[in-house]
């Protein structure tokens, strides 16, 4: 392409703190009742202090480390003047040069369909296949959020509901280091996913907990991919994005438009914002954006500057495993594929459950009177397809089900012991795949324990040789000409009598012994 996309995010993510940033209402910015959650402080009236939340600078301080930033050990609040309904002080509390922390970088996998010669970086050239590309990210900075705006459909007129003034929010600025729309996604999700593992934003987009701004130009490369002019051209700022395929849609929307005024010889010479218009996909212009000076910054004579030493002492120990750690450890430990690891470790809820299933399994397997060995032992030899396994029900079967019934695997009735469960009777072919889904189902309806459920309901796979072996022989008197024409040659027929056995026995037969037996007796046939 003679056009290389330049992009770089803006992100801003809701913290789970009890109270907002500056007072002590409850920080609960979705409550549906408007105008609960709010006091003379975040409602800006005159004359009132606010107060430093320090579970917000925590949070904050944790989220720059997990994005390896260079933290501020003295940091400070300012004003960011505007005036805007939402905001009812006409300034926003966020900081300026003083932030949390400058200079980090997240790694994130470049897809490989996308990597190689199709995707050059402006800085480092070529992204190899399968490499990983790192990010640079700006700063990270803490503020407020504004109230929420609810424009009356009917009326035209606009409401206010000031829940949501004041929550706290961490900023976090991307180099421009992106180069492709699907770059900017899975940083996104990975930033998701930090988010939760690190216990401080759900950070979902849907309901606006976690909000982009994407930052997009173009580059004139010549024929090998190579930049003619090293100085970035004027940015095009598209907000309203609030899901990840949005970012994706419309940046890919934007890099069509873009290229058009390129190769017109007119391309944007100065900044501008549009918004990503869902419904006809499509961006639109907004204006032409302000400069920073607008906003006349200036320290919050309110808030003193901020000894940041005690937090960045206090949170050194406390940064858990990070999801790209979890991941490449589901992997090698446990044995899992790159995209179910990655699911998998996508919610630490969700990789809890998981350690916890591997662990139960290990041990169930280990009290089967038909496998031998130890607990480790056993999954070690047995990890590939056991991982299959624990991999497979969870990401597929389970999810489904979960996404059906629009449970969350907090509230999950399934404990890991029972799942481990369910997974060693499939595992020891004491039930079939479909009897398995049944079980599942009622497992997640009622939270009973597997063995139970399939003893109540019958759904125990038919192993025993002997009640198999009768059920063939009748299906091949039963169908002689089938039966002389296999012997004939016709072996494709085999499939068609495994079908009427499964029939017969209600799909309960254990379909590797029913073929074993159906080969034996048709060839004596
Ligand atoms: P502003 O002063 O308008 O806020 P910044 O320089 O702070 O602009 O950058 C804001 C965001 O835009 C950052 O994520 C940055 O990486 C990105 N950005 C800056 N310049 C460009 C550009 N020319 N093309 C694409 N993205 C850019
Ligand atoms: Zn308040
Ligand atoms: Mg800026």
Not at 25 to 31: H, R
Request: aromatic share 6%; glycine share 6%; with cysteine.
């Amino acid at each position: 392409m003679p056009y290389q996309p330049v992009i770089g995010l803006e992100i801003h993510v809701q913290l789970k703190t009890k109270s907002k940033m500056f007072c002590t209402c409850p920080n609960n910015p979705d409550e549906a009742e408007p105008n609960v959650n709010i006091c003379s402080i975040c409602t800006g009236q005159p004359g009132t202090l606010p107060v430093i939340n320090k579970a917000a600078l925590e949070m904050a301080v944790l989220a720059a480390r997990a994005l390896n930033l260079k933290l501020s050990e003295e940091s400070k609040f300012d004003r960011k003047n505007y005036f805007y309904p939402d905001l009812p002080k006409g300034y926003q509390i966020s900081q300026y040069d003083m932030p949390i922390g400058l200079d980090g970088y997240l790694e994130i996998d470049v897809p490989s369909h996308l990597s190689g010669e199709s995707n050059r970086a402006a800085r480092g050239g070529v992204r190899p296949k399968g490499a990983r590309a790192k990010i640079g990210i700006t700063r990270v900075h803490l503020e407020e959020d504004a109230a929420k705006s609810i424009h009356g459909s009917k009326t035209g007129e606009t409401l206010i509901d000031y829940n949501r003034c004041g929550t706290p929010l961490v900023e976090i600025v991307t180099e421009p280091d992106f180069r492709t729309p699907q770059e900017a996604k899975i940083f996104l999700q990975e930033l998701r996913a930090i988010m939760r593992c690190l216990k401080i934003s759900d950070a979902d987009m849907e309901k606006a907990q976690m909000r982009c701004d994407a930052n997009i130009s173009l580059r004139k490369t010549d024929e090998n991919g190579e930049f003619v002019d090293a100085a970035l051209s004027p940015k095009t700022e598209i907000k309203n994005l609030n899901s990840f395929k949005a970012v994706e849609r419309a940046l890919e929307y934007e890099i069509k438009r873009q290229t058009k005024l390129w190769e017109q010889g007119k391309p944007p010479r100065v900044q501008s914002t549009r918004g990503w218009n869902e419904q006809s996909a499509v961006t639109e212009e907004q204006r032409v954006k302000e400069e920073a000076h607008d906003y006349r910054y200036f320290p919050e004579p309110d808030l003193p500057p901020m000894d940041m030493g005690e937090i960045i002492a206090k949170t050194q120990s406390e940064l858990p495993e990070l999801p790209i750690a979890k991941r490449k450890r589901f992997i090698d430990e446990y044995g899992f594929k790159n995209e179910e690891a990655k699911f998998l470790t996508s919610d630490p809820s969700l990789a809890e459950f998981t350690e916890n299933v591997i662990s139960e399994l290990k041990e169930w397997l280990a009290s089967l009177p038909e496998v031998e060995g130890d607990a480790e032992e056993i999954y070690e030899k047995q990890k590939a397809k056991l991982a299959k396994l624990v991999g497979g029900w969870i990401c597929s079967k389970l999810q489904g089900i979960m996404t059906d019934k629009k449970i969350d695997i907090k509230n999950l009735k399934i404990t890991p012991e029972n799942f481990a469960e369910f997974i060693s009777l499939i595992y020891t072919n004491k039930i079939g795949s479909a009897a398995a889904q049944k079980i599942l189902a009622k497992m997640a309806e009622a939270g009973q324990d597997p063995t139970q459920i399939m003893e109540d309901n019958e759904l125990g796979q038919m192993s025993d040789v002997k009640e198999i072996e009768t059920v063939v022989q009748d299906i091949i008197r039963q169908n002689p000409d089938q039966a002389a024409a296999y012997g004939a040659g016709k072996t494709a027929l085999l499939q068609f009598f495994v079908g009427l056995a499964m029939k017969a026995t209600e799909g309960k037969a254990d379909p590797n012994i029913v073929k074993v037996l159906l080969e034996k007796y048709l060839k004596e046939k």
